[in-house]
């Protein structure tokens, strides 16, 4: 049996149809030279991807909405169709439209879906959701659990099916930042909203990141995940062999789900099975 590794492939794209005001992409343009040199990169990623005897599971993380464009769509869909590939997913807002799925495998595909209140009426955003069900494919919603999403996060909850898992990101940057009874209205919407509202200490913690999971940038390099600098390789002149092994963290916390996902102390495989990338647990 071919041995399975997650990557995590993060473009050089920055730019975002957007404008959520604590994000540094909000309504942030690329120029068609950026683009050009993103859709390069990104369609020599996926040459790579295809030619490896590995079996990949991939999650794009864009530095803002990827999926509006053409070229990220046709890589999912080219992803979802090849051998190599066990699943394709991208974090999105879900503003694109849904018509490039049909050319894609649903078996394969599946994406992590954010809501932002301010940017899309809610009725807009359920549509889309729907849209999807219709079209067979997998996907998670997420919301960030600002105070003044509360009544959005309330709302999304009752007008999705009930078997669509709806995460909510925990607001860490202020201390202290919910009350008790915040944090009970939360679990009760995001059954794992505890396990996301932690900032774990994880300095010589044991963590797949590096051995079973990799972070890949538009070069090429390889890093063991986004939070540590050091480059371990490069995909078209290392061999994974050579790169992947066990290794303790050395940052001193993991805050962010694509980190925590890793550290072997929580187990989350038992929690989100196969679908860990899309952030659906097993109980959906
Ligand atoms: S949709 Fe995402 S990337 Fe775009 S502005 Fe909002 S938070 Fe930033
Ligand atoms: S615990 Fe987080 S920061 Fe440390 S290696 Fe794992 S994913 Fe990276």
Redesign the pocket.
């Known amino acids: 049996m071919k041995k399975s590794i997650n990557i995590l492939y993060r473009g050089s794209l920055d730019s975002c149809n957007y404008d959520c005001d604590y994000c540094p992409f909000a309504k942030k343009k690329n120029t068609r030279q950026e683009l050009a040199y993103d859709r390069d990169c990104l369609n020599k990623f996926v040459d790579w991807v295809q030619v490896q005897k590995y079996q990949l599971k991939i999650l794009f993380t864009p530095w803002g909405e990827a999926l509006i464009r053409g070229y990220y769509q046709d890589a999912m869909n080219i992803l979802s169709n090849s051998n190599a590939v066990e699943k394709v997913t991208i974090q999105t807002n879900l503003s694109c439209s849904l018509d490039w799925i049909d050319e894609a495998n649903t078996d394969k595909l599946a994406l992590w879906t954010t809501f932002h209140p301010t940017e899309c009426t809610i009725e807009r955003y359920v549509s889309k959701c729907l849209g999807l069900i219709k079209k067979k494919v997998d996907f998670s919603v997420g919301i960030v659990g600002l105070k003044e999403n509360f009544e959005a996060i309330r709302e999304l909850r009752r007008l999705l099916p009930k078997d669509i898992y709806v995460w909510v990101n925990a607001y860490k940057r202020e201390p202290n930042y919910y009350r008790d009874e915040d944090i009970d209205f939360l679990n009760e919407i995001d059954p794992l909203f505890d396990v996301n509202n932690t900032i774990?200490e994880?300095y010589g913690?044991s963590?797949?990141?590096?051995e079973h999971?990799i972070s890949i940038d538009e070069k090429g390099d390889i890093k063991?995940?986004?939070?540590?600098s050091e480059i371990r390789g490069n995909i078209f002149e290392t061999s994974l062999d050579t790169i992947l092994r066990p290794s303790p963290?050395?940052?001193n916390?993991?805050r962010?789900y694509?980190?925590?996902i890793?550290?072997k102390e929580l187990n989350l495989e038992n929690v989100y099975g196969s679908r860990i990338l899309e952030r659906i647990p097993t109980n959906y």
């Open positions: 774990y994880t913690k963590c797949a990141a590096g999971s063991r995940c986004h939070f540590i963290c050395s940052n916390v993991c962010c694509i980190g925590y890793n550290l």
